[in-house]
Nanobody, 122 residues
Framework: QVQLVESGGGLVQAGGSLRLSCAAS????????MGWFRQAPGKDREFAAA????????DYADSVKGRFTISRDNAKNTVYLQMNSLKPEDTAVYYC???????????????WGQGTQVTVSS
């Protein structure tokens, strides 16, 4: 059974930073692309970032490019999202996702975590 468990969310002031983690189990982590999505209140879930299985290719939504960094540690079966220069509009539930390729994980991933809340105060 595949499990993706996010952690690291919380309340932060605008301009601050947070690092989210997603621990994966039940799948060959080193063979899967990983992604992060987010869903703000009253809005659809949207893509934020993705990383190839080898960590050598990443993709970002324009809204987070230059402020967020996705990375992974295949030895720990964990993917991270470093979020800097946070804005109130970054407030959302952040979800971890997994699938075989960056193209798929950034659009319609098969596996999802339960999400972690990030709140950015102004």
């Amino acid at each position: 059974q595949v499990q993706l468990v996010e952690s690291g969310g919380g309340l932060v002031q605008a301009g601050g930073s947070l690092r989210l983690s997603c621990a994966a189990s039940g799948l060959p982590f080193g063979l899967y692309a990983m992604g992060w999505f987010r869903q703000a209140p009253g809005k659809d879930r949207e893509f934020a970032a993705a990383i190839r299985w080898a960590g050598d290719n990443t993709d970002y939504a324009d809204s987070v490019k230059g402020r967020f960094t996705i990375s992974r540690d295949n030895a720990k079966n964990t993917v991270y999202l470093q979020m800097n220069s946070l804005k109130p509009e970054d407030t959302a539930v952040y979800y971890c996702a997994a699938d075989r390729s960056v193209a798929v994980v950034s659009t319609s991933p098969r596996y999802w975590g339960q999400g972690t809340q990030v709140t950015v105060s102004s």
